[in-house]
């Protein structure tokens, strides 16, 4: 049991960091954030041929893969759709919430890569299951408070240096 209220607790704090990555752009200001509106229904017309648009790609996976993981973990005895749906369902959700409050592209790539990171995820919570067995989820969650702290410590050391915030 104290293994999925840590599992809550890392999920809960990737999901404000997701938001405040995704939504927010990573300002802590509303009126930082760029507003704009675009749409894109058109999976991958030549988003591999412009290097952003590339990074952009492989940005969506990582920033998606703890999703998967924290999802794997916290419905483990679920059905691999109900693993992924939530997480399809949250990208869905994101795009939506960006075109209508026009703050920045929607495009259905992200929905495809955000939820490509999320079958990663699953797929590396499987290969901890596999190594590490009945101790996967208190290595996982042990990785994932470090990683927590981490980002703490980035994000406020930027601010201590720079005298703003990202």
């Known amino acids: 049991m104290k ?10 704090i990737y999901f404000l960091v997701l938001v405040w990555i995704v939504m927010f752009k990573m300002q802590f200001s509303i009126a930082d954030i760029p507003h ?29 893969i703890p999703y998967g993981i924290l999802m794997a973990m916290l419905k483990e005895k679920r059905s691999f759709f109900a693993k992924i749906f939530p997480i399809f369902f949250t990208s869905l959700t994101f795009e939506a919430l960006q075109y209508f409050f ?7 790539n992200d929905i495809i890569t955000n939820t490509l990171g999320g079958v990663l995820g699953v797929f590396i919570f499987w290969i901890f299951k596999k190594v590490f067995r009945r101790n996967a989820q208190k290595v996982v969650i042990t990785l994932a408070l470090i990683m927590i702290s981490l980002l703490l410590f980035f994000i406020i050391a ?7 915030f990202v």
């Open 102 to 108: 026009a703050i920045g592209s929607t495009d259905v």
């Open 36 to 64: 704009y509106r675009a749409l894109n229904l058109d999976p991958f017309h030549d988003a591999l041929k412009h290097p952003i648009r590339t990074r952009e790609i492989i940005d969506n996976i990582v920033i998606f």
């Open 158 to 164: 930027y601010y201590l240096l720079t005298g703003t």
């Open 3 to 12: 293994e999925k209220t840590a599992t809550r607790f890392v999920f809960f």
